[in-house]
């Protein structure tokens, strides 16, 4: 079986032990930045397993997602997922200058990230581009998008001005 980026194809989270209910939902933490060439796009674009693929994705989706399941099922749909994946993925074989990359881990950018936290990223190319692709497109729509800062200080209360100045002097000594 082909290399599978284990943060979004396979499973991590463990059974509930029997009788027992887990009342807090996955939280995506994803950092992917999809990549494709003008080649690529058009070579996939018009591939006709799209909606076999959508529909094999949304299922596995809805066995890491959805509460009342066990998340181990998820792993039944990884083959025919990424079977699919290599069907779409093979409509690019022959076209000059096609090519897809997936860049997958932390690029943060603060000290404590870069020199202390040992973060790595990822970087793979192949079928295996399809399903983060197709997670960055899910997220792009499912997301509420914030307009205002109104609406952001309504989730996130804004610190007080004591607690900002404070922040900052820890920041630059950090």
């Known amino acids: 079986m082909p290399f599978l980026p284990t943060s979004w194809l396979a499973v991590t989270a463990k059974p509930m032990p029997a009788g027992q209910a887990s009342t807090t939902r996955p939280k995506l933490h994803q950092k992917v930045q999809f990549l494709a060439t003008?080649?690529?796009?058009n070579a996939i674009a018009g591939a006709p397993q799209w909606d076999e693929f959508i529909a094999a994705y949304t299922a596995y989706r809805e066995a890491t997602y959805t509460l009342d399941q066990d998340p181990s099922q998820a792993s039944l749909?990884?083959?025919?997922?990424?079977?699919?994946?290599?069907?779409?993925?093979?409509?690019s074989r022959g076209v000059d200058g096609a090519a897809s990359y997936v860049v997958m881990g932390s690029?943060?950018?603060?000290?404590?990230?870069?020199?202390?936290?040992?973060?790595v990223d990822l970087v793979f190319s192949g079928p295996e581009t399809?399903?983060?692709l197709v997670d960055l497109i899910f997220l792009e729509g499912t997301t509420t998008w914030l307009k205002s800062q109104q609406?952001?200080?309504s989730l996130v209360t804004p610190p007080s001005e004591y607690w900002r100045r404070w922040a900052r002097v820890l920041k630059?000594?950090?």
């Open 130 to 132: 399809m399903v983060p």
């Open 38 to 41: 003008r080649a690529m796009w």
């Open 77 to 91: 749909f990884r083959a025919p997922l990424l079977g699919i994946a290599e069907r779409i993925h093979a409509q």
């Open 172 to 174: 630059d000594g950090v």
């Open 107 to 119: 690029q943060n950018q603060d000290y404590r990230g870069m020199f202390m936290d040992g973060e």
């Open 151 to 153: 609406q952001l200080d």
